[in-house]
């Protein structure tokens, strides 16, 4: 039986609704949206809370030729399925699949790609601004979570907007969550939105009595404009240039979309204010919109089950113990997020201790000027950050920590490929952004066990040190307890090729950086190279490096990060400066960028895989690898 969804297709075939269709048809797409992301995991809370909102600016704006701004835009799932893609949503995050996000490149409805919280504003505006350049009468609208508002970005571009007369509408999809609680002056502002309520109706009836006496009146006036600001939200917008308007309840399409309507008629910079509730219609996820926040497959009847305890650690587990155990040990460390507590493994931190754990908000920027002011005063910082957010920070990484060459170090959560995130997320770049910054060192762990050694010998240092590490679990090496630290800047010989007795330089040896030791070793038994855990990108052991030039014809460095300007290419530097000439392969991540699906794949795609790792070996330096290697290891034909 056909139900309203499966007759959308797009949002036109949603405007030829009547408006008493919307309220069952949002039943459905939410509906949809909970049976769907059960069956292929992904962000669920955030979508339930955006199913209204989704059908009212589709049903009131003319999209695509009106922009729709979808700031990170892990909310857009309803948007996804109502233009055109409910058919492939089984596909979502997938290899080949619909991104989890919105992708120009995927859709004309995707109108920018997002993913990076707190764009929308920038992006939409540009797009208003154009607009109003070429004569076109199109709408350009921006949604914003009151977490993405923290950032410094949100603020830069309403400062920017309020003056540029044009048609922009921001709308703030208040839900009070973002992944995790949102901190700080604004949402403290935020969260007085009742008592604006009571505030509205009050204002209003003392307006009504007092116009029968203007100079009472115009009294009041004044008065309200220093009151105002205390418990209502609108003034702070106002003073951007913003027509402030509402807040209204998000879910209501009664009152969503008569709203729209006249804000449609409206000229100038309009900001409307919504209100919304994460996981909306599914009491689990109301209950926990956290835990829901990205699950992976699960029974909507049941909801989430308590996994069993994981065979091994995740790095993210290895480095929020290390955090506890050190900051035990030693007082001066205090623990920094931008507002990725759960993900970057600080939840017990912050229980054992409350007053050096400091979650900063969605401000990479601050986060990491913040650490240095601290690291001024003689504390310890640890900035835990994933790899792609550091980005955001560079210039502070620059000037306020590396040019002070202060002692911070960052835990990069999420280094290489990332899996169902994508292009967006993966922290293929921190090698090459970090390396070239003078006073930074980088250590690559091989497994969970050195994962902590090296964040011990980081937070040793006198100067900053950023220590790289994936997603998930890495090899099942035993973590061993104590907060013992490996050298700085030494690496070891795992693997030694056989047949050296005669000191001649012979066959291959395989430089590895991180986690891409164990498939190298893989590669290895069957190629008879040598190996060689690296363990730190900078500084780089050029003594062991030496010795192995020494006694092999050819070198190959590998990486789960962008080959360009990597640790490759730090090898190759070195070996000029030291004189020696010698074939050198390159392997990591290639010019481009990887695509969202099963990390397993996304690697072996590269050649990152062992059977890919020897593939290029072999194609490369197939002569020498086949005089080099024992005979039972030769490949024949």
Same mark, same amino acid.
């Given at each position: ?14 405007r030829k609704?009547?408006?008493?269709q919307? @309220?069952p048809?949002a ?6 949206v ?15 809370? #955006?199913?209204?909102?989704t ?10 030729y009106? *922009? ?7 909310q ?16 979502? +995050?997938?290899?080949?699949g619909?991104?989890?996000?919105p ?15 707190s ?88 307006k ?13 006036? *004044?008065?309200e404009e ?7 939200p609108?003034?702070?917008?106002e003073k ?6 509402g ?11 008569? #709203?729209?309507?006249?804000? +449609?008629?409206? @000229? ?8 919304? @509730? ?6 689990l ?15 909507p ?9 994981p065979?091994?650690p995740?790095f993210t ?7 506890? !155990?050190?900051?035990?040990?030693d ?9 990725? +507590?759960?993900g970057s493994?600080?939840?017990?931190f912050e ?6 754990y ?16 601290m ?7 640890v ?8 980005? *955001?920070?560079? !210039? ?15 835990a ?17 770049y ?19 066990n ?5 964040? #011990?010998a980081?937070?040793?240092q006198?100067?900053?040190?950023a ?27 795992r /693997? ?9 330089? /012979? ?14 070793l ?20 050029t ?11 050819a ?45 397993? *794949? ?14 290029s070996i ?20």
């Open positions: 039986m056909a139900t309203l969804l499966d007759t959308i297709n797009d949002p036109a075939d949603l609704l009547p408006r008493a919307l @309220k048809l039943e459905e797409l939410r509906a949809f909970l049976d769907s992301v059960s069956r292929t995991g992904g962000h669920l809370s955030s979508n339930l809370g #955006t199913v209204e909102l059908i009212a600016l589709h049903y009131v704006f003319n999209t695509p009106d *922009r729709v701004v979808w700031d990170v835009g892990h857009t799932y309803p948007h996804k399925i109502l233009t055109g893609r409910r058919e492939r949503m089984g596909t979502l +995050r997938q290899l080949g619909v991104s989890g996000f992708v120009r490149s995927e859709s004309p409805y995707d109108n920018f790609g997002t993913a990076h919280s764009t929308s504003i920038s992006a939409a505006l540009g797009m208003a601004m154009a607009a109003k350049q070429k004569g076109e009468d199109r709408k350009a609208i921006a949604i914003i979570g009151d977490g993405a508002m923290s950032a410094g970005m949100a603020f830069e571009a309403l400062n920017n907007a309020g003056v540029a007369e044009c048609d922009l509408l921001v709308i703030l999809n208040d839900n009070d969550m973002s992944i995790s609680p949102p901190v700080g002056a604004l949402n403290r502002y935020l969260a007085q939105l009742m008592s604006g309520q009571f505030y509205a109706a009050a204002k209003n009836v003392g009504n009595v007092l116009k029968v006496a203007p100079p009472l009146f115009e009294l009041a006036r *004044r008065l220093g009151a105002k600001g205390l418990v209502v609108a003034t702070l917008f951007f240039g913003f027509n402030y308007i807040p209204i309840d998000g879910h209501d399409l009664d009152s969503l979309i008569p #709203t729209l309507e006249n804000i +449609r008629q409206l @000229k100038g910079p309009q900001f409307l204010h919504v209100v919304t @509730k994460k996981g909306q219609g599914y009491k996820a109301e209950a926990d919109p956290v835990a829901y926040h990205g699950p992976g497959k699960f029974d009847a049941v909801g989430l089950t308590k996994p069993s305890a065979s091994k995740t587990q290895v480095f929020g113990q290390w955090l506890c !155990d050190m900051a035990a040990h007082a001066r460390l205090v623990g920094i997020t931008p507002a990725m +507590r759960e493994g600080m939840v017990e229980k054992m201790f409350p007053t050096r400091f979650d900063v908000g969605i401000a990479e920027q601050h986060a990491v000027t913040f650490a240095a002011g690291a001024c005063e003689g504390m310890k910082p900035v835990a950050i994933y790899s792609t957010f550091l980005q *955001r920070g560079y !210039d502070q990484l620059v000037h306020d920590v590396a040019l002070q060459n202060l002692p911070v170090v960052f990069l959560d999420r280094a290489g490929i990332v899996g169902a995130d994508g292009p967006t997320h993966a922290g293929a921190d090698i090459p952004y970090l390396r070239c910054i003078p006073n930074m060192g980088i250590a690559c762990p091989a497994d969970e050195e994962c902590r050694k090296l964040l #011990t980081a937070f040793r006198d100067h900053p040190v220590v790289r590490y994936p997603r998930g679990a890495g090899a099942g090496v035993a973590v061993e307890p104590g907060l013992d630290a490996l050298p700085y800047g030494k690496g070891e010989i /693997r030694e090729r056989a047949g050296m007795a005669d000191g001649a330089p /012979r066959g291959v040896a395989i430089l590895a950086f991180g986690t891409l030791l164990y498939p190298a893989a590669a290895a038994e069957r190629l008879g190279a040598t190996v060689v855990n690296m363990r730190w990108a900078k500084p780089l052991d003594e062991l490096l030496a010795q192995v030039a020494s006694r092999h014809e070198l190959v460095t590998l990486e789960e990060g962008a080959v360009m300007g990597g640790a490759g290419s730090a090898v190759g530097e070195a070996l000029q400066a030291a004189g020696i000439v010698m074939p050198l392969l390159q392997l990591g991540l290639r010019d481009e960028f990887t695509p969202h699906g099963d990390p397993a *794949r996304v690697l072996a795609m590269q050649g990152l895989d062992a059977a890919g790792i020897e593939a072999r194609t490369r330096f197939g002569e020498l690898v086949d005089r080099a290697a024992p005979p039972s290891l030769k490949v024949v034909g």
